[in-house]
């Protein structure tokens, strides 16, 4: 029983192979960013989960840093050994967690907040979170995604997510498992987690659908990416806003 765990890890161990916790004060441990505006993505020390920064995501209708569909701000993390096909076989754990402002909006089609994107131009990322209307999701299975986990969507307090996934794109090798606050939600699940001969990168911060007029708002903490479970998990600590 994992209840009384959380994730974010305290202690460095070698089974973490990436942070993306912001603690640098900055958002140089990412790859890439992709931000229509500077005050788009902020890295700031008002609401955090752990540590001393968090990021906080703004998305405005409009917002195309990219040549893409719907608008977005985001942060691109690329593992090199899960790119070019090399993935198929690996097993990792991710850990972070999510606040999503008092004044998110609820709108009745999608908006990630979180996405494992594949190298390949079509189709659907291999995996997914996001809200949709006044429900969290997780989709997982490009070619064949299916919603494997739905909450209802909490404004306000803080989110903490462990995946454990083992990437393949052969049903019968690829799996899912993930903790949702301490709980496990979803049982180690086999699956189709890549397209074949596909890579996936991480991307983090909002995209949504660009018919949503209102401003959304989302912060981030804690990212990281181990081998070993207890990596990602510490002592449970309450969910709850930090104050401003």
Do not use: C
Request: net charge negative.
């Amino acid at each position: 029983m994992l209840s009384s765990l959380l994730l974010l890890p305290t202690v460095a161990s070698a089974s973490v192979l990436w942070k993306g916790d912001f603690e640098t004060g900055n958002m140089s441990q990412w790859n890439k960013v992709e931000m229509v505006n500077s005050n788009r993505l902020l890295v700031e020390a008002d609401r955090v989960r752990e540590g001393s920064y968090a990021m906080r995501v703004q998305v405005d209708q409009g917002d195309k840093p990219i040549q893409a569909s719907g608008n977005r701000n985001e942060l691109v993390y690329v593992d090199a050994s899960l790119m070019n096909g090399g993935g198929e076989g690996a097993e990792r754990y991710y850990a972070w967690s999510t606040l999503f402002d008092e004044s998110y909006p609820s709108a009745a089609t999608w908006q990630v907040f979180t996405q494992w994107h594949h190298t390949g131009l079509t189709g659907s990322p291999p995996m997914e979170f996001y809200v949709y209307g006044e429900e969290l999701r997780m989709r997982v299975g490009g070619e064949r995604a299916q919603d494997v986990w739905k909450a209802p969507l909490q404004r306000g307090v803080w989110n903490d997510f462990v995946v454990h996934v083992k990437w393949s794109a052969n049903p019968n090798v690829g799996f899912v498992e993930m903790f949702h606050n301490g709980q496990q939600v979803v049982p180690l699940t086999p699956m189709a987690t890549l397209y074949p001969g596909q890579g996936v990168y991480v991307k983090q911060g909002l995209y949504r659908n660009e018919t949503i007029a209102p401003q959304g708002v989302v912060f981030h903490d804690g990212f990281t990416v181990a081998t070993d479970l207890a990596d990602v998990f510490t002592p449970a600590q309450p969910a709850t806003a930090a104050a401003r």
